[in-house]
């Protein structure tokens, strides 16, 4: 990736959709100026991006969105969250800032040090929070304008077993877990997931993830945007810790086509 190209991308869709389908934590590239702020080793990164990427998660929306009737719009980021995740809070609204893990990562997964505790967040946040957290603004108002409303689904996933920064960890780890919000979580989009990924095991809700992801300018405002988060369990697509795809793959980008044609 060179300096002058976006570390976001937005693919469009067709016009008369109001799906986005968000991808935040599929990547895996640190630009070389952010990697000298990692204490990690080579090996140590490499490990623990094994750990905290959500591995081939942009592939399952790529190929959720070829077959779908009206195509939709895809943002996707092209770093790893360990230079920024563009989903948490940049303030202390953030409860991940209690193991280190706001907008910008001190501790890694295992509570390790990934950066100096006294780093300052404002930088990153500056050079990629808000540039993405615009982005993302601009791509929900053009499917408001579009369509008259605009639905964020977030394609995510997690291990089959608990990692100690999860905050919520001891709760069931179902296949696909649907986190949701009260305020943007319309009962039909939860229930329309429910039917969609039937055929890929049990879903559950707001276990170990919760919430969803609306940029700030609409979250808890406009209920023209509602939004649904995705979380996949990795085992049911993929060899642990980051591995390659299995057959799996394929029925959840089916699963999740089903789901962009019903909404």
Do not use: K
């Not at 991308?9 to 991808?23: A, C, F, K, M, Y």
């Not at 808000?130 to 304008?145: C, D, F, Q, S």
């Not at 939860?190 to 992801?213: H, I, N, Q, V």
């Amino acid at each position: 990736m060179t300096e002058s190209a976006l570390p976001f991308e937005l693919l469009p869709g067709d016009d008369r959709s109001p799906v986005l389908l968000h991808v935040p934590h599929s990547a895996r590239a640190i630009p070389g100026d952010v990697r000298a702020g990692i204490t990690l080793d080579d090996a140590g990164l490499e490990r623990e991006l094994d750990l905290i990427t959500d591995a081939h998660t942009a592939e399952i929306a790529e190929r959720a969105a070829a077959p779908a009737g009206l195509r939709p719009w895809r943002f996707v980021n092209r770093l790893s969250r360990l230079v920024v995740d563009p989903e948490r809070f940049p303030d202390e609204r953030e409860e991940m800032l209690a193991v280190g893990m706001g907008a910008v990562y001190t501790r890694t997964t295992h509570g390790g040090e990934l950066r100096p505790a006294d780093t300052d967040p404002g930088p990153l946040v500056e050079r990629y929070f808000r540039p993405y957290a615009r982005a993302m603004t601009e791509a929900v108002a053009g499917r408001l304008a579009a369509t008259g409303r605009a639905v964020v689904i977030d394609v995510h996933s997690y291990p089959a077993r608990a990692l100690p920064y999860e905050l919520h960890g001891s709760g069931p780890r179902p296949p696909v877990c649907l986190g949701t919000d009260s305020f943007h979580t319309p009962p039909e989009l939860r229930e329309a997931a429910r039917r969609a990924f039937s055929a890929c095991g049990a879903t559950g809700l707001d276990s170990p993830f919760s919430g969803t992801y609306v940029p700030l300018e609409y979250y808890g405002r406009d209920r023209r945007v509602s939004a649904l988060m995705v979380e996949i369990r990795r085992d049911t697509y993929m060899t642990e810790p980051g591995g390659p795809p299995g057959p799996g793959l394929n029925r959840l980008a089916t699963a999740l086509a089903e789901l962009v044609a019903a909404v």
